[in-house]
């Protein structure tokens, strides 16, 4: 789905608007009830990549005109012909539904959106009920807020809510919010205004959707502060949604503030985490723009993510080809991440022309196996650097192990068994090719292209590691520059080295083993934001590694780095240079 799908428009169109308006997740207990909505990711289908593209012949009635009741329903035939099968399962109509071809809005008696008569003409029961019939569901799209041109100088009724209008829902002075300001902020101290999301929770119900993407929610889509916030919006939508009796898939969107991540879990059955991963160009995305950007995004959010709601890294567009904008290669290494991350998976291609190699992405049980079943997220196990290794240990002992070569160039990339927590022999199981490749011994290494990708799963058959851990904190260790030692409630033994900036070092002094040799050297670190710092051993030439961000400044995640040590004993420098780096709660070192 978009991220700012409904308002990710040109000038002329903004115009018109503004007239009118790494810890491992944890598994629930044993005892939790099963979610009754998002037990799994979701699957689907959905419009905005097509209606945002610029791609010849997609949009031929002007921007945005590809959203169309015929459209939907070509995409709604072709998905249970060749996607069903697979899992795919909600048709998602996104932004325009109520507007006509140059944007402008319709509404009902109530102050509610009403369907284009031209883009729609059976109304959006029938659409939902032809994507019914075909034993699919059905998902639609609202913004955030009371839409301007709702507002109708404030005496628009409210349905079902005796006494109630437009006036009475939002406030005096007509505040804006939502990521684009089309709206007015809704005022839940006032009687009226639960009324009004009520009266909107009904109208698509009683249509038969199942699924409501609500966009441009805050604090995220790209505001802050007090007008944007919309957590109250989505907490009524929450209730009343439940009022209705329907199931229906809430999903926010986009950019969703990670500091309020227990709102959106409590709320609501997913979150977009990032920006529109649409490129707004001739193609449906881009590499840069901005696909790659979830590999530095999605770390932080890995812990949220679990049955009842999930992370979404938006629609994964990896079956048309030319029309998508990537090489074969790219198409590979989104959907291995998207499907490792447990994101929703689902496409806003044209599923009526999927070619054979993209059919085949979307397709591949194993793969999706991985996002569909019961092992946890991935997370890095290395930095974010160009070269990653992203793993999750899974409910019967093996591991999942992707393998990404995020440089411009070709290079080889190494899964190192002690990152792990094991040493020795393993078997590896590529997904993509459903082929067992073998037993290797400590490591597996891949040549990879350039944006490359190889998604294993691993069974150990050596044994486990053993490790050596040193506090940062330790009064053998050394400080330099501003690092200072701080409390920390998340940390081993309650304690950090921080104010790693502007030449801060940590230096870990006594650090013992028996033989010489490169070492993975597990580092658990706090950090609000990926920072990059500065590792090297007994004085010599340093690595600069970047640590994704831990979400925020409370909680450790770690990653393993190469540091190539002598017998005997040793120093492990953490270095800021120039910049800022994480704070260091701890390292451990393998004994062998």
């Not at 029961?125 to 032809?130: E, F, G, L, N, W």
């Not at 590979?332 to 059919?359: E, F, H, M, V």
């Not at 350039?450 to 904190?473: C, D, I, M, N």
């Amino acid at each position: 789905m978009r991220s700012s799908s409904y308002f990710a428009l040109p000038a002329r169109a903004l115009l018109v608007l503004a007239l009118m308006a790494v810890a491992v997740p944890t598994a629930h207990a044993a005892d939790t009830p099963a979610p009754t909505l998002a037990a799994k990711p979701y699957m689907g289908w959905t419009s905005w990549s097509m209606q945002s593209s610029k791609y010849p012949g997609l949009n031929p009635d002007g921007d945005y005109s590809y959203l169309t009741e015929a459209n939907v329903l070509k995409q709604t035939d072709a998905m249970a012909a060749k996607l069903k099968t697979y899992g795919y399962e909600y048709v998602n109509i996104d932004a325009g539904w109520w507007m006509d071809k140059t944007w402008k809005s319709g509404f009902d008696q109530y102050g509610r959106q009403k369907p284009d008569p031209v883009r729609f003409p059976s109304g959006m029961k029938a659409v939902a009920d032809r994507i019914h019939a075909k034993g699919l569901k059905a998902g639609i799209y609202l913004p955030a807020g009371l839409e301007k041109a709702a507002y109708g100088d404030g005496k628009t009724p409210v349905w079902n809510a005796d006494g109630c209008t437009t006036a009475d829902v939002v406030y005096g002075d007509l505040r804006t919010t939502n990521g684009w300001d089309s709206a007015y902020k809704l005022d839940f101290s006032k009687p009226c205004t639960a009324k009004y999301i009520d009266s909107q929770a009904q109208l698509i119900a009683d249509w038969g959707y199942d699924f409501l993407k609500l966009d441009g929610v805050g604090p995220g889509s790209g505001k802050s502060g007090d007008q944007y916030d919309n957590v109250a919006d989505v907490a009524a939508w929450n209730k009343a949604i439940a009022a209705t009796g329907r199931p229906i898939h809430l999903e926010l969107s986009w950019s969703l503030d990670i500091g309020h991540a227990a709102d959106w879990k409590k709320y609501s059955q997913g979150w977009r985490i990032d920006t529109d991963v649409e490129c707004y160009c001739n193609t449906l995305v881009s590499w840069e723009n901005s696909v790659d950007d979830r590999w530095d995004d999605t770390p932080a959010w890995t812990r949220h993510a679990g049955p009842g709601g999930w992370n979404d890294l938006d629609s994964l567009d990896v079956g048309n080809g030319a029309m998508d904008g990537l090489t074969k290669a790219e198409r590979q290494s989104y959907a291995t991440l998207w499907a490792i991350a447990k994101s929703p998976l689902y496409t806003g291609d044209d599923l009526t022309r999927l070619d054979s190699y993209g059919l085949s992405l979307l397709t591949n049980r194993e793969v999706i196996a991985l996002d569909q079943g019961p092992n946890p997220p991935a997370h890095p196990v290395t930095p974010s650097d160009p070269q990653q290794v992203w793993a999750a240990k899974n409910p019967d002992g093996t591991y999942t192990v992707a393998l990404f070569n995020l440089a411009d160039a070709p290079a080889a990339v190494s899964a190192d068994w002690s990152t792990l927590g094991f040493t020795g022999n393993a078997a590896v199981r590529d997904l993509w090719n459903h082929e067992n490749l073998g037993t290797f011994k400590n490591k597996v290494t891949q040549a990879l292209p350039a944006h490359g990708s190889r998604l294993f799963t691993v069974t150990p058959r050596g044994t486990a590691l053993a490790l050596t851990g040193y506090e940062a904190e330790s009064s053998t260790n050394t400080l330099g520059g501003n690092a200072s030692v701080a409390d920390c409630s998340a940390c081993s033994h309650g304690k950090k080295v921080g104010n790693l900036y502007l030449g801060g070092t940590l230096t870990f002094r006594d650090v013992v083993v028996a033989k010489a040799g490169t070492y993975q050297i597990k580092v658990s670190y706090i950090s609000g934001d990926a920072r990059s710092v500065d590792v090297s051993a007994n004085g010599g030439g340093a690595t600069r590694h970047k640590l994704p961000s831990t979400g925020d400044w409370g909680t450790v995640a770690s990653v393993y780095v190469p540091v190539t040590l002598k017998a005997g004993t040793n120093t492990i420098t953490f270095d800021s240079g120039t910049g800022y780096a994480p704070d260091i709660d701890r390292i451990d070192v393998p004994k062998s």
